[in-house]
């Protein structure tokens, strides 16, 4: 659909690659082209398929600056029309109201199973130096060999959600952002679909479009020092929906009850107030008192939608004459589709798939969680991450990677236990040399426990037991619950050698400082000599007589 914008302006020649066409892949007429119907054919893609294409161009063309919603509805109509006779749709529109089309076409497309590809230019196609031929094979390969059921906007090797962007640079080629969603899909070498983030048709539902808009919608932008006065007349009727854009996170001034109450008494009588935020980047959150008097007055919270995407969400809800304004504005909340719903789906998903990928030493299915966008530090229910599970099964491996990749050795499950508490439970001493090594300690809790847990490995002669402790940086003459400490308990119940081993453990740690009661230290001496057992002390180790 040529409908407007740069890309053609002024353009008087039009080049058509010739190729031969199977003009089966063409299953019926254009749907309101009055003249003969040209074929234009692409050479064939890296998979084989050539992708046929008919033009339907608008006369006059129209100015993006000029386009109403009647003009919106118009394109989604000619959608419609042709439909069921092709796999997918490109637009080609200004780029100075594109995210605005771009938006009101993705509510208007209800039960959308096919591509829609908004796309333009920032220079014209006739100049030497343009965007327009990049952007517009690159909208019909991606429309013509994906199935992406979305209204989406494609600009400088880049897909975008159409009711995710805005445009943030007049004088460049790379001109829109989507600055709370991850691009769809990017057209480097190869194109790169990002399926995760493509949402799927959920409804048996018929393709249709709803062209009833409401136009009594509009944009007011706080800023310092607006008066009440301003505001009241900006939500006068015939006003019905407002998208209010706010400080920050979703503020407004809080000391301002002349300008709250105009809020009030306009959501009182039935407008529909969003609060989006003015920056970019973010969303709107009721963190703050600022931002709570907002919900208070009525206000909903727009979450990070843009304005261009909540202005044209506001304009399609009104204009469902059979919901009542209650129901309007929970269809309003309910298709947010917002970052943090994503996302919160995405980290509550991805750690038990994680996790059970961690126990088997699957780094390859870790590797495509991570490729996804999945963070690997997250934990599973019980707050135990990767790393816990890759810790207690002793993957060597698979703890180098996750260490490698961002995972922290400091986290803790719902026990207060790290990685480090697992490797040393279930005894693997290369996991533990590694956690260490990277940075791993016990807490403070964790070494207020060990004098006891030492104590019962001594009385049991548990000498793998004490050298995992020992390795994991445990103090072996911290005390135990009634005082003793691990040798003291060893010799006590007669564990000769596990009194030798640990003298010799400690032997190894130069910044140990060893208190024996001198009664020990000669029963020591005397069990080394009849064992004939060297006593070799590492020369920083200090052993000190009470």
Same mark, same amino acid.
């Given at each position: ?31 309101? *082209? ?160 990002? *399926?995760?983030?493509? *949402? ?27 008066? %009440? ?124 798939? %994680? ?12 590797? =495509? ?99 995992? *402790? ?21 010799? =006590? ?54």
């Amino acid at each position: 659909v040529f409908s407007c914008g740069t890309l053609a302006s002024r353009l008087s020649t039009t080049y058509v690659l010739g190729s031969s066409v199977d003009l089966r892949l063409i299953r019926g007429p254009l749907v309101g *082209w009055t003249g003969a119907r040209p074929l234009f054919p692409l050479l064939m893609s890296k998979n084989n398929k050539r992708i046929v294409y008919t033009i339907l161009e608008y006369s006059p063309l129209l100015d993006s600056s000029n386009m109403t919603t009647d003009d919106w509805g118009r394109i989604g109509k000619d959608i419609e029309k042709n439909y069921e006779n092709y796999d997918g749709f490109v637009i080609l529109h200004g780029t100075d109201t594109m995210a605005y089309t771009a938006s009101a076409l993705s509510f208007m497309c209800e039960h959308l199973g096919k591509p829609i590809i908004l796309t333009g230019a920032q220079v014209p196609i006739y100049e030497m130096r343009n965007d327009g031929r990049g952007n517009l094979l690159g909208a019909l390969l991606i429309a013509g060999q994906f199935v992406i059921p979305e209204v989406c906007l494609y600009f400088y090797n880049k897909l975008y959600r159409g009711n995710r962007v805005t445009k943030v640079d007049a004088g460049s080629f790379n001109a829109f952002s989507s600055p709370n969603l991850a691009p769809l899909a990017t057209a480097e070498v190869d194109v790169t679909i990002n *399926w995760d983030t493509v *949402w799927r048709a959920n409804t048996t539902a018929k393709f249709q479009v709803s062209t009833e808009l409401n136009r009594n919608v509009g944009l007011l932008r706080l800023f310092p020092g607006i008066t %009440a006065a301003t505001v009241r007349a900006f939500l006068q009727p015939p006003m019905e929906g407002v998208v209010l854009e706010t400080y920050g996170s979703g503020n407004a001034p809080d000391n301002r009850p002349d300008l709250l109450e105009e809020l009030k008494k306009a959501t009182d009588s039935g407008v529909i107030i969003i609060n989006c935020t003015q920056c970019l980047r973010g969303t709107v959150s009721t963190s703050y008192a600022t931002g709570k008097v907002l919900i208070d007055a009525g206000l909903i919270a727009g979450g990070d939608m843009t304005p261009e995407a909540a202005l044209s969400k506001l304009s399609y809800v009104l204009a469902k004459k059979e919901l009542d304004l209650e129901a309007k504005k929970k269809v309003g909340v309910s298709i947010l589709y917002c970052l943090q719903e994503l996302e919160a789906i995405r980290d509550a998903l991805t750690p038990p798939l %994680a996790c059970a990928a961690a126990k088997i030493g699957d780094i390859e299915a870790l590797e =495509a969680l991570k490729d996804m966008g999945s963070n690997l530090c997250l934990g599973d229910y019980d707050g135990r991450t990767p790393l816990h599970i890759a810790a207690c099964e002793g993957h060597l491996k698979l703890v180098q990677y996750l260490l490698s990749h961002g995972a922290t050795v400091y986290a803790k499950d719902r026990y207060g236990d790290t990685p480090l508490c697992n490797a040393v439970r279930f005894r693997h001493k290369e996991v533990v040399k590694l956690l260490r090594k990277t940075g791993a300690h016990f807490s403070r809790d964790k070494l207020e426990e060990a004098g006891t847990e030492l104590c019962s490995l001594a009385a049991s002669g548990d000498l793998e037991g004490l050298e995992i *402790w020992s390795l994991a940086g445990a103090d072996l003459n911290r005390p135990g619950y009634d005082g003793q400490t691990a040798i003291e308990v060893a010799q =006590a119940v007669g564990k000769k050698e596990t009194v030798a081993f640990l003298v010799q453990l400690m032997s190894k740690n130069p910044k140990v400082t060893t208190i024996f009661p001198s009664s020990y230290f000669t029963y020591l001496y005397f069990f080394c000599a009849k064992q004939q057992l060297q006593l070799s002390m590492h020369a920083s180790l200090t052993l000190r007589m009470v």
